[in-house]
């Protein structure tokens, strides 16, 4: 096999399999939002959320009830965060193309806006904005009965002023090289040590093969 073509075999599967790490910063300069809102994530990709601040958390729920959990969805429990603490974060595997939304069930936070989604369907009536607009509506914001669920916890040093490192890109989410154990990919995303590690692998065997 040609070099070129073992090559660019072995980049079409490491991407395909390796994925990247989104992430989203939860309460960033103490507002009650995600940032990003809304993102892409492809099937093996992973949503890492940061909580910056406050005492958020972040819940599935399904399109038509915006401030209450989806059956069997994730629920990252309660986060306080602040200024020179360790930044919890709580990961989910994104395991489908389905569209994931999420909201905070803390007091009225899904009701004052603090809504998200992953991988919203272009095209569609069920918009961000609908459920931001359905979620002011809701009359309860339900905290699920059972937490952390459907990810993962961690911890990331913070920032020294405390802003969990500092302005978002408010499109990519890009991690900040001064706290993350991570190695940054540009815009997109992030690649996991471990996931570089899975890359060096490949290459390992990419140089068997030739
Ligand atoms: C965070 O919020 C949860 C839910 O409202 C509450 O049970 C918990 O005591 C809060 N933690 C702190 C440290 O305020
Ligand atoms: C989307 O469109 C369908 C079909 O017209 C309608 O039944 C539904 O209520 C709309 N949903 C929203 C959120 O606007
Ligand atoms: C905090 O530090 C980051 C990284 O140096 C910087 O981008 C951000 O503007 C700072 N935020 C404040 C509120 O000083
Ligand atoms: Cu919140």
Redesign the pocket.
């Known amino acids: 096999m040609q070099l070129t073509n073992t090559l660019l075999l072995l980049s079409t599967a490491a991407s395909s399999v390796m994925g990247i790490t989104h992430v989203v910063k939860v309460g960033l300069n103490s507002a009650l939002t995600y940032t990003p809102n809304s993102l892409t994530a492809a099937v093996g990709d992973k949503v890492e959320f940061d909580f910056l601040n406050a005492n958020h958390s972040v819940v599935q729920a399904p399109f038509t009830t915006p401030c209450v959990p989806s059956p069997g969805g994730f629920f990252s429990g309660f986060h306080p965060g602040g200024p020179g603490k360790a930044i919890d974060t709580f990961t989910i595997d994104i395991k489908t193309t389905d569209v994931i939304w999420f909201y905070c069930a803390q007091a009225k936070h899904c009701q004052s806006g603090m809504v998200g989604v992953i991988n919203v369907v272009a095209g569609s009536n069920k918009t961000l904005d609908a459920f931001t607009a359905a979620a002011k509506l809701a009359p309860n914001n339900v905290v699920p009965p059972t937490g952390p669920v459907g990810g993962v916890l961690g911890q990331i040093a913070p ?1 020294a ?1 405390g ?1 969990g ?3 978002a890109t408010g499109t990519g989410g890009a991690k900040p090289t001064s706290t993350a154990p991570i190695v940054s990919n540009g815009a997109v995303g992030t690649v996991s040590a471990s996931q570089a590690g899975g890359l060096f692998s490949l290459l390992l065997v990419a140089g068997l093969l030739l």
Do not use: Q, R, S, Y
Request: glycine content about 34%.
């Open positions: 920032a002023n802003t490192g500092g302005a």
